[in-house]
């Protein structure tokens, strides 16, 4: 199996893109060998020359590996998909006009590979280019049927040609109109499928990010939390810490929760500019934060808290000159094995010691 996923890489390539030019470079392949096995019994039946039937099967063969070879290398020479499909297209279309000159009684259903051949392109080619290789399927197939019935009406009557040719004429254009019709469709889904992406990322940012603070919320830090339970401790041990603003009400009763939304957002700028890398900061409700940090004692997770208030006592309230904000924390060391749940009870039960002691300050558990 492996053997044969390198030689399916080999020839198709890595990148998606490619491979699904390749593929539909594939799906022409097999039409190819169906119409040459039909060729084949064609000229057994006398229906069309040998030697012109073993010549065009042998044309269309290397125009097949011709374009391979330009799929595969189409990056390096800067071939785009609708490009490469037009121009295979149109040497597939001069195929069918000379299968037509030469298939005798049967030429009337070698006219249905030429519709076959526009439907090809849909998935490719834009509108224009599917009316230009429908006009110039007419242009071709017309300029053949004129010359076969000025050259030999006895076996190609005009009438018939011409009326072979309004068939295909209208199936054609119809085809051509249909193939702008999918390609609007197809750029709907599109655009609708990239709107929905969108979409589903908003939705999962908001379902793991607090929106006012851009901190994590409770629920993906409690996803966090369990994550970083199942992890094999670290040497130095798991610190907790809860966090809450000092005096976060009067802000709000004083200036406003306008300026109390702007308080929120500057601590969380401020205090991540603290962290450590592994550190996780997350909004665990109103004013209060919970601060993780991983492979960290003690002290070195007091002199994160440190660094963060020095920075917090540099914030100001909008509109509140001289106001000093500050916050109370409450530290924990987590136990070996411990829930985090208990680490952060016994964090929380420090904040208040801290709050009741006079606020500003951290108290370790």
């Known amino acids: 199996m492996t053997l044969l996923r390198r030689i399916a890489a080999l020839l198709l390539g890595a990148e998606p893109g490619l491979r699904r030019m390749l593929q539909y470079w594939a799906a022409t392949c097999v039409l190819y060998t169906s119409c040459a096995v039909l060729l084949l019994l064609q000229a057994d039946h006398g229906f069309s020359d040998r030697a012109a039937t073993h010549a065009l099967i042998g044309y269309g063969g290397s125009i097949a590996a011709a374009f391979y070879l330009l799929i595969r290398g189409s990056s390096r020479i800067g071939l785009k998909p609708d490009q490469l499909a037009v121009t295979q297209a149109a040497f597939s279309l001069a195929c069918t006009c000379v299968l037509y000159a030469f298939s005798g009684p049967v030429r009337a259903a070698t006219l249905v590979m030429t519709v076959v051949i526009i439907v090809f392109c849909m998935f490719a080619a834009r509108p224009r280019q599917s009316m230009l290789l429908s006009l110039i399927a007419l242009a071709g197939m017309g300029a053949t049927m004129w010359w076969l019935a000025a050259h030999d ?62 901190l994590m919320n409770r629920r993906r830090m409690h996803e966090v939390l369990a994550e970083e339970e199942r992890r094999k401790p670290s040497q130095r041990g798991t610190c907790v810490a809860l966090l809450d603003l000092d005096f976060f009400k009067q802000v709000n009763d004083q200036y406003g929760h306008a300026a109390g939304d702007a308080v ?11 962290l450590r890398a592994n550190d996780v900061l997350a909004r665990w409700g109103g004013e209060e934060f919970l601060l993780l940090l991983p492979d960290a004692a003690p002290e070195d997770a007091r002199l994160v808290l440190e660094r963060m208030l020095e920075r917090v006592h540099g914030l100001t309230v909008p509109g509140g000159e001289g106001h000093r904000l500050s916050f109370s ?17 016994r964090a929380d039960k420090a904040m208040y010691r801290a709050k009741a002691s006079g606020r500003d300050r951290i108290v370790l558990a």
């Not at 009406?153 to 004429?169: D, I, K, N, T």
């Not at 609007?184 to 908001?206: G, H, N």
């Not at 924390?329 to 009870?345: K, W």
């Open 329 to 345: 924390a409450g530290l924990a060391a987590r136990h070996a094995s411990e829930p985090f749940a208990d680490a952060i009870g």
């Open 153 to 214: 009406p006895a076996r190609f009557p005009p009438v018939q040609e011409a009326l072979s040719f309004g068939y295909l004429a209208a199936a054609l254009l119809s085809t051509a109109v249909l193939s702008g019709e999918m390609h609007k469709l197809r750029a709907r889904l599109k655009r609708q499928r990239r709107e929905l992406s969108d979409a589903l990322d908003t939705i999962r940012t908001l379902a793991t990010v607090d929106e006012l603070t851009s």
């Open 264 to 274: 929120l957002r500057s601590f969380s700028v401020a205090a991540r500019a603290s």
